[in-house]
T-cell receptor, first 112, second 113 residues
Framework: GENVEQHPSTLSVQEGDSAVIKCTYS??????FPWYKQELGKGPQLIID???NVGEKKDQRIAVTLNKTAKHFSLHITETQPEDSAVYFC???????????WGAGTKLIIKP | DSGVTQTPKHLITATGQRVTLRCSPR?????VYWYQQSLDQGLQFLIQ???????AKGNILERFSAQQFPDLHSELNLSSLELGDSALYFC????????????FGSGTQLSVL
């Protein structure tokens, strides 16, 4: 079945620097790729998503890129701020009749 | 605030007991999902309901069951509880049956002693 691998498991960056989290999926039929942010004590929150007909999507300081050939997608956060500290989850889905398959999560630490 | 309400926020119980977790989805959302998150673990999908019907099943134990009521709220029942069932249980909702744009509640922290 579909598998999503997420790396790294922990990422520590200096405030103001960029952070990149990468996910690899196994099923080439996957066509929907969301990213969720989970702050301490809260439920995950969708921050950005991309479909397979698009290679890149941006929303202010965050962006997601998709490489269908290599079957990987990445979350890019620029000019990191303390409030970016959280656990980030990627996921992949083949469509409306299929479940989301989740990555294991990345703990992002922003150092002041 | 996601608009998804979960109660209770915390639950402490003993092994062998049975508990019920409750979820009210966002207004208008037809799908409810249940997830389990153990300490420092990822999100484990348990079950999904869409407009009152079971739509998808994940790694849900036989000791666990769920249902979605006509008013669309959902309950997750956990029975014969074991120490390993201690976890954070999240409910999420979405407007459609597709696993897209999920809105998560704040979770119920279950501690089995």
């Amino acid at each position: 079945g579909e598998n999503v691998e997420q790396h790294p498991s922990t990422l520590s960056v200096q405030e103001g620097d960029s952070a990149v989290i990468k996910c690899t999926y196994s099923d080439s039929a996957s066509n929907y790729f969301p990213w969720y942010k989970q702050e301490l004590g809260k439920g995950p929150q969708l921050i950005i998503d991309i479909r397979s007909n698009v290679g890149e999507k941006k929303d202010q300081r965050i962006a997601v890129t998709l490489n269908k050939t290599a079957k990987h997608f990445s979350l890019h956060i620029t000019e990191t701020q303390p409030e970016d500290s959280a656990v980030y989850f990627c996921a992949a889905s083949k469509g409306s009749n299929y479940q989301l398959i989740w990555g294991a999560g990345t703990k992002l630490i922003i150092k002041p | 605030d996601s608009g998804v309400t979960q109660t209770p926020k915390h639950l402490i119980t003993a092994t062998g007991q049975r508990v019920t977790l409750r979820c009210s989805p966002r207004s208008g959302d037809l799908s409810v999902y249940w997830y389990q998150q153990s300490l420092d673990q990822g999100l484990q999908f348990l079950i999904q309901y869409y407009n009152g019907e079971e739509r998808a099943k994940g790694n849900i134990l036989e000791r666990f069951s769920a249902q979605q009521f006509p008013d669309l709220h959902s309950e997750l029942n956990l029975s014969s509880l074991e120490l390993g069932d201690s976890a954070l249980y999240f409910c999420a909702s979405s407007p459609s049956g597709a696993d897209e744009k999920l809105f998560f509640g704040s979770g119920t922290q279950l501690s089995v002693l």
